[in-house]
């Protein structure tokens, strides 16, 4: 099982970035994928989760400014994330999470640093 996570970098305050979580190993179809983020102030937290029939749930931080979406012929998921604020600086991880079917319950990746400069 392998997701690996890619797109961060560095962007001034109200831009934009794209991250995406490429995945391996495992029936992606079976599997809602969500993004969490580790930030200097607030930990680990979750940021947003699109399930395998495209269903969307955001943090409250994320409503209205980013967008979760899933291409499952690429087994990929895409984080769109507009309007960033210094206050999402941190490490972005995506995880898988099983809906039906079997295999591994869940698994995450090693996460990509998304640095907002003010």
């Known amino acids: 099982v392998q997701l690996v996570e890619s797109g961060g970098g560095l962007v001034e305050s109200g831009g934009s970035l794209r991250l995406s979580c490429a995945t391996s190993?495992?029936?992606?179809?079976?599997?809602?994928i969500l993004w969490h983020r580790q930030t200097p102030g607030q930990g680990r937290e979750f940021v947003a989760e699109?399930?395998?029939?495209?269903?969307?749930d955001y943090a409250d931080f994320a409503q209205g400014r980013f967008t979760i979406s899933r291409d499952d012929a690429k087994k990929t998921v895409y984080l769109q994330m507009d309007s960033l604020k210094p206050e999402d600086t941190g490490i972005y991880i995506c995880a898988m999470n099983r809906e039906r079917g079997s295999g591994p319950r869940d698994s995450w990746g090693r996460g990509i640093t998304v640095t907002v400069s003010s």
């Open positions: 190993g495992f029936t992606f179809r079976n599997y809602g």
């Open positions: 699109v399930g395998t029939s495209g269903q969307t």
